[in-house]
Every structure is written in structure tokens, then in C-alpha cells.
């Protein structure tokens, strides 16, 4: 078996897969989650498939839809919703090995209370809920 044949989860069902996981393990008296999720990294790559296998395929629409930097900052903005849920569910450290398509890095920042964005000299945060 391959990859190609494995297929693909999309990141917004990872996290409601991770989430129903710590529910369990909450649910189950696990007391050491709390300690385990601020001792834990997560490694989140984001950006390849979804330029290699939606943007620059001929057969979807995304292209005639979105200029690069538009779909940049499209994607940027639900990286950061999905990234604000791993914060909301416990996750404080961060590898984010993203896909440097338009030019610019971003750095990441999680803390109990809020979420920062920072992409070249702007910064962005959210507050957690």
C-alpha cells in the first residue's frame, strides 16, 4: 500500500479526531492529559497539497478564482482558525513546517490566552476562547 492510496485527512478532521481522542482520555480519568498536552510538540505541515493538489492542478477552479496572493491569504487565515483550535485544545508548542509559496515566513505563538500570528513586520493575534 502507498500513500496515494492511503489518501489524505484534511487538517480541520485531524483536530476534531485529536479532540474526540482527548475527550476520551478526559472522559477516562486520564489526569495526566493537561500535563502531557504542555510537555507535547506538534509538528503541523501546511501549504504543500494545497497548492500541488488544488491550486496548480488544471482540472480545479481554484486558480481562475484566486490570484497567488489572494489564495496565500486565504490560506493563511484558515491555518490560523485551525492552529487557534490545537491552542483552544491544549497545544502550546509548535513545529510548522509551512510551504514558503508566496515569499514570506510566518512564526506562530501560543499562550493560555492568546494566539500570534507573525508574518514579516506584521503580527496578528487572537484571543483564545
Known sequence: ????QVGRIPFNQ???KFESTLNQL??????EV????AKSIFFVGMGSNDYLNNYLMPNYNTKNQYNPQEYATLLTQQYNQ???????LGAR?????WSRTN????KYSCTKS???MFRGSESTCSSLS
Request: proline share 0%.
Open 1 to 4: 500500500m502507498n500513500f496515494i
Open 14 to 16: 485531524q483536530i476534531t
Open 26 to 31: 478526559r472522559n477516562n480519568g486520564a489526569g
Open 34 to 37: 493537561e500535563e502531557a498536552l
Open 82 to 88: 485551525q492552529l487557534i483550535r490545537l491552542c483552544n
Open 93 to 97: 508548542k509548535f513545529v510548522i513546517w
Open 103 to 106: 515569499g514570506v515566513y510566518s
Open 114 to 116: 492568546k494566539w500570534c
